[in-house]
């Protein structure tokens, strides 16, 4: 293909919008849960990003705004939260000339369980989008537990209870491992119950430091697609779920003529900043992965470089440029590309070892599945 032969700068804005749409930043690599399947190395460290290095931040982020679209700032951990009301107001106000100009939204994933009506009403002063992590009914989230190992999920649900109380809007995103991904309808009931307006759903990966767990299959994963698919078409008025939309959106565009505007979006490079001022890109996953061959995915440090000065250069790493090789490999060889459009560079290399690689478990189960659970569908609706 002639694309392979192109220079690397030419292949990476091939992929890669010149922009990002959202800069993920970590707060504290800190987490005051224990998940069995978290990826995250260092949750019970309790390391804290400074004033110093957020104000490096929000001067990369005032060179990344343009006067088009809000840029999204999304504070992930660890646990965002813990870092503690002061501190995190803090660091909000490092960015506050940019939110009041209209430049950037904030975002936080949580788990919901510190939220108070002081955390409540920082939200709400400073119009936080919200995403809560919660997997379902107790049963569902059994392995959602604190570092004692106790149960979280009355904590999670009165967290939930205060955001609704202070009229919050919050999504919801829930793990789905191989337990939970047989019982679909009791899942969505449940979500539903929740408040949120959409719900995603990640089914369960082999990534970062949780390699031993086995995932469930491409089979498992298509009989939850397909009766999840269903049960939404029974409850259009109810939650909306992630990966419906995204499917629906692209047929949408297929079948009105305009699969140019599909083809048309670029990737997010996705720059994440750790707590001590480090970047990575492509996936948060990578950060505080340890891998010499890449220099632990470092591409700089915002104290010394802006992010926009490392985004010009990221062709020239060399995690990128296989994982813009991988890109090209799977738009020649697989048949779900057009929707999928090359999943996860941190799937590829925790899975396979290589950002050059292909197809992961990640891309058959969240992506194909979801396609092959629509298409049988639709073939029995059509058989008589």
Not at 41 to 60: C, D, K
Not at 92 to 115: C, M, P, S, W
Not at 167 to 175: C, G, K, L, M, N
Not at 364 to 372: P, Y
Request: net charge neutral.
């Amino acid at each position: 293909m002639a694309h392979r032969s192109a220079p690397w700068h030419s292949r990476y804005a091939r992929w890669f919008s010149a922009r990002p749409q959202t800069v993920v930043v970590q707060p504290t690599t800190f987490c005051n849960l224990d998940c069995t399947y978290c990826y995250l190395p260092h949750r019970r460290l309790v390391r804290e990003m400074s004033p110093e290095i957020a104000g490096a931040v929000a001067r990369s982020v005032t060179a990344l705004t343009n006067g088009a679209s809000p840029l999204g700032i999304v504070w992930h951990g660890g646990e965002p939260l813990a870092l503690g009301l002061r501190k995190f107001t803090a660091l909000l106000a490092l960015f506050e000339d940019l939110r009041q100009a209209g430049a950037i939204h904030h975002y936080v994933q949580t788990n919901a369980t510190l939220i108070t009506d002081n955390w409540c009403d920082l939200l709400t002063a400073y119009e936080f989008r919200v995403g809560v992590s919660i997997d379902g009914p107790a049963t569902h989230n059994a392995e959602r537990v604190d570092l004692r190992g106790r149960s979280t999920f009355e904590r999670v649900t009165r967290g939930i209870r205060r955001l609704r109380e202070h009229a919050i809007p919050f999504s919801v995103i829930s793990v789905v491992g191989t337990d939970a991904i047989g019982r679909p309808e009791e899942l969505l009931n449940f979500l539903a119950t929740l408040g949120g307006h959409s719900v995603g759903f990640n089914i369960e990966e082999t990534e970062g430091v949780n390699t031993d767990r086995q995932p469930p299959t491409q089979e498992q994963a298509e009989e939850f697609w397909r009766r999840t698919l269903a049960w939404s078409r029974h409850h259009r008025d109810s939650v909306k779920i992630r990966e419906v939309e995204r499917l629906g959106e692209y047929l949408r565009l297929i079948r009105t003529g305009q699969r140019t505007t599909w083809e048309e979006c670029r990737l997010d490079p996705i720059p994440t900043v750790s707590w001590d001022g480090q970047v990575v890109l492509l996936s948060p996953e990578l950060a505080g992965t340890t891998d010499a061959t890449y220099n632990n995915f470092a591409v700089g440090n915002v104290q010394q470089q802006p992010i926009a000065q490392m985004l010009r250069d990221a062709h020239r790493l060399r995690y990128v440029r296989e994982f813009l090789t991988g890109l090209d490999r799977c738009q020649a060889e697989c048949e779900f590309f057009d929707f999928c459009r090359g999943a996860q560079a941190g799937n590829r290399y925790f899975e396979n070892g290589s950002l050059e690689t292909t197809e992961t478990n990640y891309c058959r189960a969240s992506r194909q599945a979801l396609v092959t659970a629509l298409s049988t569908i639709a073939i029995r609706e059509e058989t008589p």
